[in-house]
């Protein structure tokens, strides 16, 4: 009977998952919405009926010899619980042995954005090096840290937080609580913001329109595409965003000293309006020694980092 594996990555909005055979080669691959407002309960069956679809396409007996699953949200991987999913409305659930119960194998719980690490390191940006730094820049901003060829969780687990590395004291308020953190100045939604600041200081008025006229439906989309047709006010937006990313990036350079730097993410959508500035930052405020070892690169695997972590996570479980 052929052994296979599985890795999931459950989002807020969608659920991708891919069967492997232990020799790393994805068989079958499938994505279905998450559908967080049906209940906890919805979802794992939902996690558990993507399962059965990708053997079913894969054509493979029996049940997986382990599944490895990337959630959001602080958790606990050794009892595989998740303490605060707010995307998906979860507290203190017992996910792993939940969905053990229904697919009849191991779970093995971790981090999603450790496991978009794992993914890019095991198969794409990050492949052949042993330190490698991995930052997604969207709505907020994570990160996931491969040390010594391994993926480093910390003390608590919490390893990785980049985004909530402060930066400006007393900036604007994060979603932490805290102010002036990495993700309050850089992010996509930290961009809007200040857009929408600009427009009510009586600029912007190139992003406006392509809002409609309305400043609450500014996104750090119709930002990009207004720099993208030549609104200096736009691409000065993401120069900021990049200046500060450049920041942030350049203290975690200085502390790991890692030799590949891979960033995933929604904004890199966009980062031809940005990387020659954020690569201006980096270099500029990283020591000799790390800059010359040290290179930026875009992620490779786009919105599959995460479910080829899982699938690394699950093959060679740490």
Same mark, same amino acid.
């Given at each position: 009977?052929?052994?296979?594996?599985?890795?999931?990555?459950?989002?807020?909005?969608?659920?991708?998952? %891919?069967?492997?055979?232990?020799?790393?080669?994805?068989?079958?691959?499938?994505?279905?919405?998450?559908?967080?407002?049906?209940?906890?309960?919805?979802?794992?069956?939902?996690?558990?009926?993507?399962?059965?679809?990708?053997?079913?396409? *894969?054509?493979?007996?029996?049940?997986?010899?382990?599944?490895?699953l990337?959630?959001?949200?602080?958790?606990?991987?050794?009892?595989?619980?998740?303490?605060? %999913?707010?995307?998906?409305?979860?507290?203190?659930?017992?996910?792993?042995?939940?969905?053990?119960?229904?697919?009849?194998?191991?779970?093995?719980?971790?981090?999603?954005?450790?496991?978009?690490?794992?993914?890019?390191?095991?198969?794409?940006a990050g492949?052949?090096?042993?330190?490698?730094?991995?930052?997604?820049?969207s709505?907020?901003?994570?990160?996931?840290?491969?040390?010594?060829?391994?993926?480093?969780?910390? %003390?608590?687990?919490?390893?990785?937080?980049i985004?909530?590395?402060?930066?400006?004291?007393?900036?604007?308020?994060?979603?932490?609580?805290?102010?002036?953190?990495?993700? *309050?100045?850089?992010?996509?939604?930290?961009?809007a913001?200040?857009?929408?600041?600009?427009?009510?200081?009586?600029?912007?008025?190139?992003?406006?329109?392509?809002?409609?006229?309305?400043?609450? !439906?500014?996104?750090?989309?119709?930002?990009?595409?207004?720099?993208?047709?030549?609104d200096?006010?736009?691409? !000065?937006?993401?120069?900021?965003?990049?200046?500060?990313?450049?920041?942030?990036?350049? %203290?975690?350079?200085?502390?790991?000293?890692?030799?590949?730097?891979?960033?995933?993410?929604?904004?890199?959508?966009?980062? *031809?309006?940005?990387?020659?500035?954020?690569?201006?930052?980096?270099?500029?405020?990283?020591?000799?020694?790390?800059?010359?070892?040290?290179?930026?690169?875009?992620?490779?695997?786009?919105?599959?980092?995460?479910?080829?972590?899982?699938?690394?996570?699950?093959?060679?479980?740490?």
């Amino acid at each position: 009977m052929t052994e296979y594996i599985v890795g999931v990555d459950l989002g807020g909005t969608k659920i991708r998952t %891919a069967l492997a055979t232990l020799d790393g080669e994805v068989r079958a691959e499938v994505e279905v919405p998450t559908g967080a407002v049906a209940g906890y309960t919805r979802v794992i069956e939902r996690i558990a009926g993507t399962i059965e679809e990708v053997r079913r396409q *894969a054509g493979f007996p029996g049940k997986p010899l382990r599944v490895g699953l990337g959630a959001p949200g602080p958790l606990d991987p050794a009892k595989g619980i998740v303490h605060v %999913a707010p995307n998906l409305g979860w507290r203190h659930v017992r996910v792993a042995a939940d969905l053990e119960a229904l697919v009849g194998a191991p779970v093995l719980l971790e981090n999603d954005a450790n496991l978009a690490a794992v993914g890019e390191f095991a198969y794409g940006a990050g492949k052949g090096v042993q330190d490698m730094v991995y930052i997604t820049v969207s709505t907020g901003i994570g990160g996931g840290l491969i040390l010594g060829g391994r993926l480093y969780r910390g %003390a608590g687990y919490g390893a990785g937080e980049i985004g909530h590395i402060t930066l400006l004291p007393d900036g604007p308020l994060c979603s932490c609580g805290n102010r002036g953190c990495l993700e *309050a100045l850089a992010s996509g939604t930290a961009v809007a913001r200040q857009a929408r600041e600009l427009i009510g200081r009586g600029g912007g008025r190139g992003i406006l329109t392509l809002a409609g006229g309305v400043i609450d !439906a500014v996104t750090a989309k119709m930002v990009a595409e207004a720099a993208r047709q030549g609104d200096g006010e736009a691409k !000065a937006l993401f120069d900021e965003a990049a200046r500060w990313l450049g920041i942030g990036i350049a %203290a975690v350079v200085n502390l790991l000293n890692p030799a590949v730097v891979v960033l995933g993410g929604g904004m890199m959508k966009s980062a *031809a309006l940005f990387w020659g500035k954020l690569e201006e930052e980096v270099t500029a405020r990283t020591l000799p020694g790390t800059r010359e070892v040290l290179r930026l690169k875009v992620a490779e695997l786009g919105g599959r980092s995460g479910v080829l972590g899982a699938v690394a996570y699950a093959l060679r479980p740490e």
